[in-house]
């Protein structure tokens, strides 16, 4: 949120959307919140099995078993060292796991902290988020948040992120940019990840490569690597783009992959996907990848990496706010400040409907008789408040379970994993035909993306 003059500014990354209840404030730097990072309870750590693995780290980039990386958020981000508990508990045979620290929006103490209160979590990700940069598409970004940067003041900790480069920039800084991620504690290092612009492929793809290669250089035998690339959807939506894109990954001696998709707006707050050529693009890129036994991981992309881990790919990365779930375009919204901002919509998860609803929604969904409301601790702790009160910790965390839920259930070979998440998509259908008549779904209620995923899937 910002404030000029009688108004206050939001920033929103769905078209839908003009209620400021569910918007995300403009100043959402992580620094602010670093002290939130105080691991709460005292849970069996089932955590610490992990690490009796030789080699973690590499057990969790071999094909077999998904990777589900949880991104640190700007608020309520206190109780993901219980959901990480609580994931491990029921789904270390089936899953790796793995914690990201967006680390130019943090402070060193803050990132060290937030991985602290994981430790035993084996893949830890410091993303260094040079796409951020004001020489990559910071710029853009800082137009579609109102001027305001996408990277505040905890920039001012980070010189590879501040300092000028030269065009392509140099080996030193790419060694500076794996510098700044060991200090803090990441086990699995990236490449600065700049911005490969579609409109210079050829030169973006270079500059990825040659960064991969200086990267590859200044590594110890014991560390590990992914090459990580933030790029519009627009390489997965033009065919030639696409087949220049995967030709260079597929050819190159790298193994692991991080790759981050600009989205454009969603079409509703805390809503999916709904373009069918970027969902083509992704199952594309993961069944190629899959085919050529190359790991790849896609940041933020909530049940949309889901679905494509099913199709091949190795893991993605969610989270707790809206912003963890999708990297997609924003615009602002604005309101007299005189008016008293509204209470927000309370939203939860409906696994039922693998969509995120209003509370009041879900619970009559829960009341039908073919329903079976949610028994995790979160839910359990979210009924057992009095009435009207709504902890959005909890509601999120009961998310980051039950996504880790599904992601087990589609643990495996690619065939049974394709036919467990039709199976999956076609029950969530079923009930919402089912449940249409006695319960509505509409407005961003309504899950418009499974007839989409039914069809990607098919």
């Given amino acids: 949120m910002a404030s ?99 680390l130019p929006r943090m402070s060193p103490d803050g990132a060290r902290k937030f991985f602290a209160a994981v430790p035993n979590v084996p893949v830890r990700i410091a993303d260094p988020e040079c796409f951020a940069r004001l020489d990559s598409f910071g710029t853009t970004l800082s137009q579609q948040r109102d001027g305001k940067a996408y990277v505040g003041q905890s920039g001012r900790y980070w010189d590879y992120f501040t300092d000028d480069q030269p065009v392509g920039q140099s080996e030193d800084w790419v060694k500076q940019v794996l510098d700044a991620q060991r200090v803090v504690g990441a086990t699995l290092l990236l490449t600065p990840g700049m911005w490969a612009d579609a409109a210079t492929a050829e030169e973006s793809l270079i500059s990825m490569r040659r960064h991969a290669d200086w990267a590859r250089s200044n590594l110890s035998d014991a560390e590990h690597l992914a090459v990580n690339s933030t790029m519009s959807a627009t390489w997965l939506t033009t065919a030639r783009l696409r087949e220049q894109l995967l030709n260079e990954l597929i050819d190159s001696d790298e193994q692991v992959f991080y790759i981050r998709f600009r989205w454009p ?38 049940l949309t990496g889901w679905l494509s881990v099913a199709l091949g790919a190795h893991g993605f990365s969610t989270g707790l706010g809206s912003g963890e779930r999708a990297f997609a375009d924003t615009r602002v919204i604005k309101i007299k400040q005189k008016s008293p901002r509204p209470a927000p919509t309370q939203r939860i998860f409906a696994p039922s409907i693998l969509h995120i609803i209003e509370r009041s929604i879900s619970d009559r969904l829960d009341a039908l008789p073919e329903a079976r409301a949610c028994d995790c601790r979160f839910c359990r702790s979210l009924r057992q408040q009095p009435t009207g009160q709504f902890d959005k910790a909890l509601a999120g965390a009961h998310y980051l379970r039950r996504v880790a839920d599904l992601t087990a259930r589609i643990s495996g070979e690619t065939n049974n994993s394709i036919t467990a998440a039709r199976n999956l998509i076609q029950e969530a259908n079923e009930f919402r035909r089912e449940a249409s008549s006695t319960v509505p779904l509409t407005g961003a209620n309504d899950p418009k993306h499974l007839p989409l995923w039914a069809e990607i899937i098919s």
């Fill in 4 to 102: 000029y003059g009688d108004e206050l500014h939001f920033i929103v990354d769905s078209e839908s959307l003009d209620d400021p209840a569910d918007a995300r404030e403009i100043d959402f730097d992580l620094e602010a919140s670093d002290e939130d990072e105080e691991e709460t309870g005292s849970d069996t750590d089932y955590l610490s099995d992990i690490s009796t693995e030789v080699d973690p780290v590499a057990a969790a980039l071999t094909p077999g078993k998904p990777l589900f990386l949880i991104q640190r958020s700007h608020q309520q981000s206190a109780i993901l060292p219980q959901v990480f508990n609580d994931v491990a508990g029921r789904h270390l045979a089936d899953l790796s796991l793995g914690a990201v620290a967006p």
């Fill in 265 to 302: 707006l969603l079409a509703q707050p805390y809503g999916h996907l709904l373009d069918t050529s970027i969902l083509e693009g992704y199952a594309e890129l993961a069944s190629t990848f899959q085919d050529n036994g190359k790991i790849l991981i896609l940041p933020n992309t909530g």
